[in-house]
């Protein structure tokens, strides 16, 4: 069983940037897929970011604005957030995939951009 807890949330003008942190419980080289989700009220959860040790893989909607990161030292993942815009309010969610296929989410952090 893996937890993980999300931090680094909040509020931030458009153009602004956050850095959103997820901690798991376990190595991180136990995993093989980390990710960031989010979702916005009234709408489904979406893949924002993902990363193994090999590739990352971005919505098309934050390609060039976010850079997913993963510090296995640390056991840790982390969403550089920049030039952040109204449409990025959502409620962001860690993801891990361990290599047996077992899935797992964090609470969620919600992150908010003021217009």
């Known amino acids: 069983q893996v937890q993980l807890v999300e931090s680094g949330g909040g509020l931030v003008q458009v153009g602004g940037s956050l850095r959103l942190s997820c901690a798991a419980s376990?190595?991180?080289?136990?995993?093989?897929?980390m990710a960031w989700y989010r979702q916005a009220p009234g709408k489904q959860r979406e893949l924002v970011a993902s990363?193994?040790?090999?590739?990352?893989n971005y919505a098309d909607s934050v390609k060039g604005r976010f850079a997913i990161s993963r510090d296995n030292a640390k056991n840790s993942v982390y969403l550089q957030m920049n030039s952040l815009k109204p449409e990025d309010t959502a409620v962001y969610y860690c993801?891990?995939?361990?290599?047996?296929?077992?899935?797992?989410w964090g609470q969620g952090t919600q992150v908010t951009v003021s217009s």
């Open positions: 993801y891990a995939r361990d290599w047996g296929r077992s899935q797992y």
């Open positions: 376990a190595s991180t080289r136990s995993i093989n897929v």
């Open positions: 990363t193994n040790s090999g590739w990352t």
